[in-house]
């Protein structure tokens, strides 16, 4: 049974900086690409960045790009996502799963807070 429970989620000020954590339990981790996902309030859940497993590749949403950074240790079966200089547009429940997503996956997610 795959399992992925992220942490790291936490109420920051604007500019300020988080870094998620997603562990993996229950899948060859080393060979899926991975990707964090986010739900704002009354949105749809959003691709936010993906990590390929095949080159290492990275990719991003826009509005994200050269504010987050997506890693992964495939010896911790973890996936992370460093986020730098946050706004408040980044308020969301983030999740990771693979990509593209299998709906069996999701999480509980990690809630991220970001006040002006």
């Known amino acids: 049974q795959v399992r992925l429970v992220e942490s790291g989620g936490g109420l920051v000020q604007a500019g300020g900086s988080l870094r998620l954590s997603c562990a993996a339990s229950?899948?060859?981790?080393?060979?899926?690409?991975m990707g964090w996902f986010r739900q704002a309030p009354g949105k749809e859940r959003e691709f936010v960045a993906t990590?390929?497993?095949?080159?290492?590749?990275?990719y991003y949403q826009n509005s994200v790009k050269g504010r987050f950074t997506i890693s992964r240790s495939n010896a911790k079966s973890t996936v992370y996502l460093q986020m730098n200089t946050l706004t408040p547009e980044d308020t969301a429940i983030y999740y990771c799963n693979t990509d593209p997503p299998v709906s069996a996956y999701w999480g509980q997610g990690t809630q991220v807070t970001v006040s002006s």
């Open positions: 229950g899948l060859t981790f080393r060979l899926f690409d």
């Open positions: 990590s390929k497993w095949s080159d290492g590749s990275t």
